[in-house]
Nanobody, 123 residues
């Protein structure tokens, strides 16, 4: 059974930092593209950041709105992906979801989602 479990969300003041974690099980983590998405109330889910498998160089990509503030990373030994969020703004308030897509070596791709974690940026 595949599980993606997010943690680390919460309430933070503008300018503050949070670190989200997504612990996975049931997939061969090292061959999956991993990502973070978010969905604010009344808005569509949007891509925040992605990271490719380490064997492909762990290439990262970010939404323009978070470039320079957020950092995605992966720890294959822990089957975990992280999102370090700095200089948080009220407009970053959203439910954040972990996403996995893979495996790298297969033409057929599978996608999995976590249940999400709430991030609220407010004074």
């Amino acid at each position: 059974q595949v599980q993606l479990v997010e943690s680390g969300g919460g309430l933070v003041r503008p300018g503050g930092s949070l670190r989200l974690s997504c612990a996975t099980s049931g997939i061969m983590f090292e061959v999956y593209d991993m990502g973070w998405y978010r969905q604010a109330p009344g808005k569509q889910r949007e891509l925040v950041a992605t990271i490719s498998p380490t064997s492909t160089g762990a290439r990262v990509d970010y939404a323009d709105s978070v470039k320079g503030r957020f950092t995605i990373s992966r720890e294959d030994a822990e089957n975990t992906v992280y999102l370090q969020m700095n200089s948080l703004k009220p407009e970053d308030t959203a439910f954040f979801y972990c996403h996995a897509r893979g495996p790298l070596y297969s033409v057929v791709k599978y996608e999995y989602w976590g249940q999400g974690t709430q991030v609220t940026v407010s004074s």
